[in-house]
């Protein structure tokens, strides 16, 4: 089992950047494909973006793709998320995710996700 913890959210500007981070404990980290999804008030929770065990399959949601990076150091057991070029649409609550799998696998669908962290709060300023 793995326990996640969010961090970094805050307040960013249209047009700038923010970089969020997930802490894993537990298992080992890299036992886990990863994801990042969102959730706005009112609205379902959606992909963000999914790594791989091992970071060799990566993928985005088209709103984010070009914008958005996700990476991860299983040496540090963390995840991150770097946000570039915000909008105001990207602000939601972010909540990183993880199950395990074999490596070069990664998903992009939360029912695919087991464990859940409480999510870090992201607002955009214009």
């Known amino acids: 089992q793995v326990q996640l913890v969010e961090s970094g959210g805050g307040l960013g500007q249209t047009g700038g950047s923010l970089k969020i981070s997930c802490a894993s404990s537990?298992?080992?980290?890299?036992?886990?494909?990863m994801g990042w999804f969102r959730q706005a008030p009112g609205k379902r929770r959606e992909f963000v973006a999914a790594i791989s065990r091992y970071g060799t399959k990566i993928y985005y949601a088209d709103s984010v793709k070009g914008r958005f990076a996700i990476s991860r150091d299983n040496a540090k057991n963390m995840l991150y998320l770097e946000m570039n070029s915000l909008k105001p649409g990207d602000a939601a609550e972010y909540l990183c995710?993880?199950?395990?799998?074999?490596?070069?696998?990664?998903?992009?669908?939360?029912?695919?996700?087991?464990?859940w962290g409480p999510g870090t709060q992201v607002t955009v300023s214009y």
């Open positions: 537990g298992r080992t980290f890299s036992d886990y494909a």
């Open positions: 995710a993880a199950r395990l799998a074999y490596e070069g696998v990664a998903y992009i669908n939360r029912y695919e996700y087991d464990y």
